[in-house]
């Protein structure tokens, strides 16, 4: 079980890549994907359930798709926490329980 | 480059990200929505790998039209939903996780609507983040027994990878 392909092949200059799994479910391949992206500086987009692709020797792959977490990415992350944030502080604070039923 | 910390927030961790809650807890209050603001900017900013099964977003909705009904803005309940709804959290779809989550409530007595975030965080080998202990009939007590990598935002500070 492994990324055996990864498009394109100079994927160091791209910001996007297509990643073929071997793996035997969705869900390993999904997994597989995920670690290759986090090892690379790379997160999948979300996807529940990943393309199916036949190579020419007739084996059934997965195919997923990643980013590359670039600065931009993470300065946007940065910049809408603080939104989410500035929003919830004009909001009533609710207090609770933990008990309650939620 | 290291893995990342994989993690499945419960609703209860979600919602005081995004809407002001304080919490009292064995007789002490605290601030909810500062401990959860830390895992929603871990998932933000991909410092974690986020997955919870789909009914978070159902059960996000519906507290979050609650709020509206307890003196939230419906306009800012409904920018708060678009940044939860922004958040890269992986939604696991029911099929992945059917099996664990009934074995889960048949052999284990997990509740059924819990039952689905602690199978999720089993099949992911994920940390689950639940608010309390207590929470939902001491649901984090049951889910301890089955996966060991459950945590308590009363208990546990989330410490940022």
Known sequence: MAIVKVDPEDWKT?????LDSDAPSNREALLEIDEWAAEHGFARVN??????????????????VCYRLTPEEQTSAQAAG????????????ASRRVDDDR | MPKRRRIVPDNSVMIPAFFPEEIIYRDNRFDASKRAERIA?????????????????????????RKTTEGARVE????????????????????EIEDKAW???????????????LACAMIQKAE???????????????????????????EHQFDKP
């Not at chain 2, 983040?129 to 009363?154: C, K, M, N, P, Y």
């Open chain 1, 14 to 18: 791209s910001n996007t890549v297509q």
């Open chain 1, 47 to 64: 996807e529940h359930w990943l393309r199916r692709i036949i190579t020419q020797d007739r084996c059934w792959l997965f195919r997923g």
């Open chain 2, 103 to 117: 074995t889960l409530m048949t052999e284990h007595a997990i509740p059924p609507p819990d039952s689905w975030y």
């Open chain 2, 128 to 154: 689950l983040w639940i608010l309390s202990r207590e929470e939902r009939d001491h649901f984090g007590d049951h889910a301890l027994a089955v996966h060991q990598q459950v945590f308590f935002l009363t």
């Open chain 1, 82 to 93: 603080r939104a989410a944030a500035d929003a919830r502080g004009k909001m009533p604070t």
């Open chain 2, 76 to 95: 800012d309940a409904t920018g708060q939903l678009h940044w939860f709804r922004a958040l890269p959290i992986r939604l696991v779809s029911v099929p």
């Open chain 2, 41 to 65: 900017d871990a998932i933000r900013g991909t410092s974690v790998d986020a997955y919870a099964p789909d009914q978070l977003v159902y059960e996000f909705t519906k507290v979050a039209r």
